[in-house]
């Protein structure tokens, strides 16, 4: 108990030390939270709807929406995160998160309906306007609203006062430590489980 309490000791001062681009870190918490939340939501969509394989297409529209209306709380953790770590431009907080990974799937959207035309020879040119639309007049304003509400919330504080620098970990040679073999695990493992639900499902 004595040296786990020790060791917290030596590394409390690293948990909230400010990092080296704080803006950029900020705002892909407040993505990942916006993710989480938009998954969790249509995970209790699907148990509501017990699993009913007419429902893909509103378990489709239920994730859209839900990830253009979670906007907000994208832009509000990136707020409170940012200026927890003493940040002060809140516009281009907000311009970050309100255009890095929703604008990311807009382009996203509008490649896939492009690569579609490209194939079927039939341009749609409705749908590329409609994701940008919806990116530009839903998940832009929203994230500006929740990066306003953010920044207007007291700075919370934490017990541990961080420290400035870093502590020099150890290096530790080994295969699990291997960026080629990390990198190839954790992208081919689950895209084979998402590949074999979706070839299940539809």
Same mark, same amino acid.
């Given at each position: 108990?004595?040296?786990?309490?020790?060791?917290?000791?030596?590394?409390?001062?690293?948990?909230?030390?400010?990092?080296?681009?704080? &803006?950029? *870190? /900020?705002?892909?918490?407040?993505?990942?939270?916006?993710? =989480?939340?938009?998954?969790?939501? $249509?995970?209790?969509?699907?148990?509501?709807?017990?699993?009913?394989?007419?429902?893909?297409?509103?378990?489709?529209?239920?994730?859209?929406?839900?990830?253009?209306?979670?906007?907000?709380?994208?832009?509000?953790?990136?707020?409170?995160?940012?200026?927890?770590?003493?940040?002060?431009?809140?516009?281009?907080?907000?311009?970050?998160?309100?255009?890095?990974?929703?604008?990311?799937?807009?382009?996203?959207?509008?490649?896939?309906?492009?690569?579609?035309?490209?194939?079927?020879?039939? &341009?749609? *040119? /409705?749908?590329?306007?409609?994701?940008?639309?919806?990116? =530009?007049?839903?998940?832009?304003? $929203?994230?500006?609203?929740?990066?306003?509400?953010?920044?207007?919330?007291?700075?919370?504080?934490?017990?541990?006062?961080?420290?400035?620098?870093?502590?020099?970990?150890?290096?530790?040679?080994?295969?699990?430590?291997?960026?080629?073999?990390?990198?190839?695990?954790?992208?081919?493992?689950?895209?084979?489980?998402?590949?074999?639900?979706?070839?299940?499902?539809?």
């Amino acid at each position: 108990m004595l040296k786990r309490e020790v060791a917290w000791q030596k590394l409390s001062g690293d948990v909230f030390r400010k990092p080296e681009w704080p &803006i950029f *870190f /900020s705002s892909l918490v407040g993505a990942g939270a916006q993710l =989480l939340i938009m998954f969790m939501s $249509c995970f209790f969509y699907t148990i509501w709807s017990l699993y009913s394989p007419l429902s893909t297409t509103y378990t489709f529209y239920t994730l859209a929406i839900a990830f253009v209306c979670l906007a907000v709380v994208n832009g509000y953790i990136s707020a409170r995160l940012y200026k927890f770590f003493n940040g002060t431009n809140w516009i281009m907080l907000a311009v970050i998160s309100s255009s890095g990974v929703s604008g990311f799937y807009a382009g996203s959207f509008c490649l896939i309906y492009l690569t579609e035309a490209w194939e079927t020879g039939r &341009i749609v *040119f /409705s749908e590329i306007l409609v994701s940008i639309l919806i990116w =530009l007049f839903l998940t832009v304003p $929203c994230g500006l609203i929740g990066t306003y509400l953010g920044f207007r919330e007291p700075k919370f504080e934490v017990v541990n006062k961080p420290t400035r620098l870093a502590r020099k970990s150890p290096k530790e040679s080994t295969l699990l430590l291997n960026p080629v073999l990390c990198l190839s695990f954790t992208g081919f493992l689950p895209f084979m489980v998402i590949g074999g639900q979706f070839y299940f499902i539809f």
